[in-house]
């Protein structure tokens, strides 16, 4: 599914990611953001962008972040609190802050409360999309700590043989640390498809695949057809035949975990704002660590170099892939599609920034 959404090389443009990353602070400053929280917000847009996860880097989101800052909808100065603790658990009120920087303070916190207690778990309510959920859930891994992170995204997608939009996109992301083998990092959204994909698809001229959209009545469409202009998200699964209960029944569990734990509503009740939750597991707590590590590599290696299926070259798991498309990024520049650089190099003319890709 990556490939399909990557920009046909024939008409990318590649950039240094050193050059999208100040192109991006000097926004983010723009809009008033502390230069510190400028710096911080880039660095997660920039992991999505160098993994190969184009739905939650600069190419989709800037426009949406920007907007949501000229329209008084994110706070670029939070003062963002904990309103309500525990010894190992808290409860953050984000001030309508930017979740590519409230986020990463919160998961600082569930780990630095992992460390003293084993396990730390905080939730955040009145926020505001923050980015990848595996940016957020990596952060555990250097300390030696299984991390998870999930968030309350758009209420976009049908409920199981239902026609109203009632359930919300609702990313998960769980990282755990290996020692040779890259990390394992499971990041995705509980709908058949990330929300993001499907502007992707749009931009692209990508058909949607069978069991990703339902027509305006609900109707699950199970044929490869291009993007309909009113058309509705599936869960995970696409149809109850498929198992899309699961993943509407997981979206609803990161609702309760995000939105109705922190006090932030749920569903088309939230309200106001992003909700997200962070847990982080200290391995030592459970286990020893360098015995986990060798268990979790030998698990990766076994699942990667098992018997691929008639049609397929390769067996993967989650975080193989954008660990090697970071590699290949980092040495040849990230591929943008030429309406994303436009849009970079009018909104610097705008906002009388200079123009970084000259």
């Not at 998961?107 to 396990?119: L, V």
Request: charged share 25%; net charge negative.
């Amino acid at each position: 599914m990556l490939e399909r959404f990557h920009v046909p090389e024939d008409i990318a443009v590649r950039v240094r990611q050193e050059s999208m990353r100040a192109a991006v602070e000097d926004i983010f400053i723009k809009m008033r953001m502390p230069p510190e929280d400028a710096v911080l917000a880039a660095d997660v847009l920039m992991y999505a962008d160098l993994r190969g996860v184009e739905s939650h880097g600069v190419s989709n989101m800037m426009q949406n972040y920007v907007a949501g800052f000229q329209e008084g909808r994110i706070n670029p100065t939070p003062q963002w609190k904990i309103v309500r603790e525990a010894l190992a658990v808290c409860t953050i009120d984000s001030d309508q802050g930017h979740g590519l920087v409230v986020g990463p303070a919160a998961m600082n916190i569930a780990i630095e409360r992992a460390e003293k207690y084993g396990i730390g778990s905080v939730s955040v309510t009145n926020g505001a999309h923050f980015g990848a959920a595996g940016y957020h859930a990596a952060m555990a891994l250097e300390h030696n700590m299984i991390g998870v992170a999930m968030t309350t995204g758009g209420v976009s997608v049908l409920p199981t043989n239902g026609s109203e939009r009632l359930v919300g996109l609702n990313p998960l992301a769980i990282a755990a640390p290996t020692r040779l083998e890259p990390p394992f990092i499971f990041d995705a959204s509980m709908s058949s498809v990330a929300g993001n994909k499907i502007t992707l698809a749009k931009r692209l001229g990508v058909e949607a695949l069978p069991g990703w959209i339902a027509e305006s009545d609900g109707s699950p469409i199970m044929d490869e057809r291009q993007v309909p202009d009113d058309f509705k998200i599936l869960p995970l699964g696409g149809t109850r035949e498929l198992g899309s209960h699961k993943g509407y029944s997981l979206s609803v569990m990161i609702e309760i975990l995000s939105a109705v734990l922190s006090g932030g509503g749920a569903g088309p009740d939230r309200k106001g704002g992003a909700s997200h939750h962070f847990i982080a597991y200290k391995i030592d707590a459970f286990v020893d660590v360098d015995m986990f590590k060798d268990d979790l590599d030998k698990y990766m290696k076994t699942l990667r170099e098992s018997e691929p299926a008639p049609g397929n070259d390769v067996v993967t798991y989650a975080g193989l892939p954008e660990h090697e498309e970071e590699k290949e990024r980092l040495k040849n520049g990230i591929p943008y599609h030429p309406e994303v650089i436009d849009w970079f190099t009018d909104i610097a003319g705008e906002l009388q920034l200079p123009n970084r890709f000259e």
